[in-house]
């Protein structure tokens, strides 16, 4: 069966930049996938070409079956954008915005503010529906979006960074909010630099930079085939280095910290405990950011 | 890619955005409402009534009389101008609206036309609030000047679609300034509205004549407001046509080159 969003050999290019080169996937109904990778790496703008607001350079994309440089108007009334960038309309009040949305997508007057005052409920702004937009905190505001999102019922909700800047109470309502919205049958997509978010909600995701895809695969077993199970962290001291070397253990150093990745942590440990003093030693499991990690290197992005 | 002057495909949407901008501006009616009218009566009575009184009149036509379609006319001019210069500036890149409203069913296109129309209700907005002061200074003739509503529209239009050119293209809101005060300052004064173009040297009315709007505005809202159809009437209103058109058109495609990428 097609899935909701099929791309292939899908490339952008900006005069001289290739922000997405060549990828291909394929969304399929009620799932969550997610695109990760570091700033630049061509996220947003894959974003931007299946909401049909940046055309494609070349390759091939459906959205829903339709074309979206034929099609945009019909995939856009099915749709629901959550962007990077909070773009509320500071003219308008809380409600205001909704019902303007609303209109936007020839939703009628009475069913408009029927669903407003669904939605309202559902992202726990009921009592803000009269506050003007700058009187709103940044988690309201992102609250917000993800309902203007909703005004439509869309069948696919596209998010990029949902969560950016948010504290932890508010993170964990829209990730709730989320898996609510997937288990009614909705298809979500979301770009996110948080790889615990990732981790959480998606059942798919792929690992992207520099325009292409680096792997593709569910998050618990994009751990198990990238790096081992577990993590063994130590002080980076010269006593420990030489330690690690005599032992023949491969390592990775990291400012103030050692790291070994390793299989049977707790023998391992064991043996570094006994061999190499004066350090402390503590195991973690391995996470999707020691995947992330892996691949893409730690230089700092622009 | 297509051409600057390849005609843009605009839906009924575009009324979806004219209607947004008319739901802040009622909101905010108190503010939006005077303006026009201290202006009509400022203007009215500093110029037509102050200096009127050492100028007497203009071909027989008392000098209230003759400035007063120049007034409807310049507000036309700046409400639609500014309108869509800062105010669509504003939407586009501060409050980031134009990229919210193309998430929806509606295409870039669609918002920009919503916009332009939006201009030019302005236009019509402005006029038909003065109107009433010029009919109370008794130096307008009814039913007559009825006519300078619809030609509000008209005009509007075209500074509307002129003024999006402008912001389709500038680097940054502070740019804007350049046409405003290089284009539409000079075009207040020398478009036949306080005097006659007649009495300029003959290269000069040429010129008035051929690259600004205003001039053909101010001459056609004359003929509504006396009444008395001048000799120009076809000329003024085949050159608006034409102007409207093409700003509208090449406005829309700018936009889309600036924001579409």
Same mark, same amino acid.
């Given at each position: 069966m097609p899935g909701i969003i099929e791309a292939d050999d899908l490339t952008k290019t900006y005069n001289d930049t290739t922000?997405?080169?060549?990828i291909r996937f394929s969304v399929q109904k009620g799932e969550i996938f997610g695109f990760l990778g570091p700033? =630049?790496? =061509?996220k947003t703008t894959t974003m931007r070409m299946i909401q049909c607001v940046s055309p494609r350079t070349s390759g091939t994309l459906r959205v829903f079956g339709m074309d979206p440089a034929i099609n945009p108007a019909e995939i856009k009334q099915r749709i629901g954008v959550v962007p990077q #960038?909070?773009?509320? +309309? @500071? +003219?308008? !009040?809380t409600e205001g915005n909704l019902l303007t949305f609303a209109r936007y997508f020839d939703i009628p007057e009475t069913e408009a503010q029927k669903r407003v005052e669904n939605l309202l409920a559902f992202v726990s702004l009921t009592e803000k529906r009269?506050?003007? $937009? +700058?009187?709103?905190s940044g988690g309201m505001k992102r609250r917000l979006i993800l309902a203007r999102a909703l005004i439509n019922n869309p069948d696919l909700l596209i998010l990029d #960074? @949902? !969560? $950016? =800047?948010?504290d932890p109470q508010a993170r964990h309502l829209i990730w709730e909010r989320l898996r609510l919205l997937r288990s009614q049958g909705n298809t979500i997509v979301l770009t996110t630099h948080y790889l615990d978010e990732a981790a959480r909600l998606c059942d798919r995701l792929v690992i992207m930079d520099h325009g292409t895809f680096l792997v593709e695969g569910t998050p618990a077993a994009l751990v198990r085939d990238q790096v081992v199970s577990e993590i063994i962290e130590m002080d980076n001291t010269p006593e420990v280095i030489a330690c690690l070397s005599d032992l023949g253990v491969p390592f990775e150093s990291l400012g103030e910290q050692v790291q070994v990745a390793t299989d049977s942590s707790r023998e391992l440990a064991k043996t570094l405990l006994d061999r190499c003093k004066n350090s402390r030693i503590s195991t973690r499991p391995a996470t999707l950011e020691d995947v992330f990690l892996k691949l893409t290197g730690r230089t700092l992005r622009e | 890619m297509s051409s600057i002057l390849s005609v843009p495909r605009i839906s009924r949407r575009a009324g979806k955005v004219w209607r947004r901008n008319l739901d802040v501006f009622i909101k905010t009616w108190k503010v939006n409402f005077f303006p026009p009218l201290i202006e009509a009566f400022l203007y009215l009575s500093a110029i037509g009534l102050g200096i009127g009184t050492y100028v007497g009149a203009i071909d027989g036509v008392p000098y209230i009389n003759f400035i007063a379609p120049a007034v409807l006319a310049i507000s036309a001019m700046n409400s639609a101008f500014f309108e869509c210069t800062y105010g669509s500036y504003v939407r586009m890149y501060y409050q980031k609206s134009f990229d919210a409203i193309i998430? /929806?069913? *509606? &295409?870039i296109e669609d918002v920009i036309a919503g916009e332009l129309l939006w201009g030019a209700t302005r236009a019509v907005i402005s006029v038909t609030i003065m109107l009433p002061v010029l009919v109370v200074f008794k130096v307008v003739s009814l039913p007559f000047s009825l006519l300078t509503i619809p030609l509000a529209f008209f005009g509007g239009l075209t500074f509307a679609g002129l003024a999006m050119c402008f912001t389709a293209i500038t680097? /940054?809101?502070? /740019? *804007?300034n350049y046409p405003s005060f290089l284009l539409i300052t000079p075009m207040m004064l020398f &478009?036949?509205?306080?005097? %006659?173009? /007649?009495?300029? %040297?003959v290269l000069f009315q040429y010129l008035a004549l051929a690259i600004f709007p205003l001039t053909h505005l101010v001459s056609l809202m004359r003929m509504a407001t006396l009444p008395a159809a001048g000799s120009l009437i076809f000329l003024n209103i085949a050159w608006l046509l034409v102007a409207t058109v093409f700003f509208c058109i090449i406005s829309i495609n700018l936009m889309r080159r600036r924001l579409i990428v």
């Open positions: 922000a997405v080169s060549h700033n =630049g790496a =061509g #960038e909070t773009n509320l +309309d @500071p +003219d308008f !009040t009269k506050t003007s $937009i +700058d009187k709103l #960074e @949902p !969560t $950016i =800047g948010l | 998430a /929806t069913p *509606l &295409s680097p /940054t809101i502070d /740019t *804007l &478009s036949g509205t306080f005097f %006659p173009l /007649t009495i300029l %040297p």
